[in-house]
């Protein structure tokens, strides 16, 4: 019986302290998650910047504007990807992650909760006889 209850009380231990990275894991997910949705909204807000200073006949023309409208329009498509794909998939993969150790957290709090009434059990057991 004690040595059950040593084993079970030791797997308990090692159920905590995983239970207590996985919340600290998930807590510094969460603010990255923050952080980058805060940059991607910048960053979005930023891409009028592409089109600046608006150019006109009277202030450039010739070969070196077709150019430069070039790079702006090169510019705003990597614009568009990073922003409207990357950005999102990456949030997307962030937000799955969230969700798997809120699920795992879940799970592992429930099976604390059971350990801890098994060995409490086994402890009265002990005890009664």
């Given amino acids: 019986m004690i040595g059950s209850i040593?084993?079970?009380?030791?797997?308990?231990?090692?159920?905590?302290?995983?239970?207590?990275?996985?919340?600290?894991?998930?807590?510094?997910?969460?603010?990255?998650?923050?952080?980058?949705?805060?940059?991607?909204?910048?960053?979005?807000?930023?891409?009028?910047?592409?089109?600046?200073?608006?150019l006109s006949s009277h202030t450039w023309q010739g070969s070196l504007t077709d150019s430069f409208d070039r790079i702006r329009g090169i510019m705003k498509t990597a614009y568009n990807e990073i922003d409207g794909k990357q950005l999102s998939d990456v949030l997307s993969k962030i937000d799955e992650r969230i969700k798997s150790f809120q699920e795992d957290i879940?799970?592992?709090?429930?099976?604390?909760?059971?350990?801890?009434?098994?060995?409490?059990?086994?402890?009265?057991?002990?005890?009664?006889?």
Avoid: W, Y
Avoid at 7 to 32: N, P, R
Avoid at 117 to 123: A, L, V, W
């Fill in 106 to 129: 879940h799970s592992l709090s429930q099976k604390v909760r059971s350990l801890e009434k098994k060995i409490e059990n086994t402890k009265r057991e002990t005890r009664s006889k």
């Fill in 6 to 54: 040593l084993g079970e009380t030791l797997a308990l231990d090692i159920m905590k302290v995983d239970l207590s990275m996985k919340k600290e894991f998930l807590a510094e997910l969460k603010a990255c998650r923050k952080e980058l949705q805060k940059d991607k909204t910048e960053f979005s807000e930023s891409k009028k910047t592409i089109t600046e200073p608006k």
